[in-house]
């Protein structure tokens, strides 16, 4: 049976940011394997899972993204909340939206380098919503 619930993370500025321990603590306890799907629920973020160590990893992923995909671009037609309003729906896209981590042992089975990451593309993000199913 799959128990579904939403997680409030706080407020987090433009950039990648761990938040595995975000998850952890607002999480019940785990069964002894199964699935956690984490699905954020807006449009200018994004999840992924990458190295959990390095800092630098983190910044070198927020320079790329902004290369890849500018603010303000001329060709955007839609920029109805500012410059980086389209830019940011191009990169969640890019990104995604829901990640699957495997559970063993009542625990997150992620690798020893890895780390749950909010990826904020807006300027002035709010606090965002993620809907967790443990299945």
């Known amino acids: 049976m799959a128990t579904t619930f939403d997680i409030q993370l706080p407020h987090y500025p433009r950039g990648f940011h761990l ?24 449009t200018s973020a994004g999840l992924t899972v990458n190295e959990n160590a390095d800092p630098d990893v983190r910044q070198d992923l927020q320079t790329f993204f902004n290369k890849l995909v500018p603010d303000g671009a001329p060709y955007f037609i839609h920029s109805d909340e500012g410059p980086d309003d389209m830019s940011a729906h191009l990169k969640a896209s ?42």
């Open 94 to 135: 890019l990104i995604g939206s829901s990640i699957t981590i495997p559970i063993k042992n009542h625990r997150l089975n992620l690798g020893t380098w890895q780390g749950v990451y909010l990826c904020e593309f807006r300027n002035g993000g709010d606090s965002r919503k993620l809907s967790i199913t443990i299945l």
């Open 19 to 42: 938040i595995t321990s975000d998850i952890i603590a607002q999480l019940p306890a785990l069964p002894k394997s199964g699935l956690l799907v984490v699905f954020i629920k807006h």
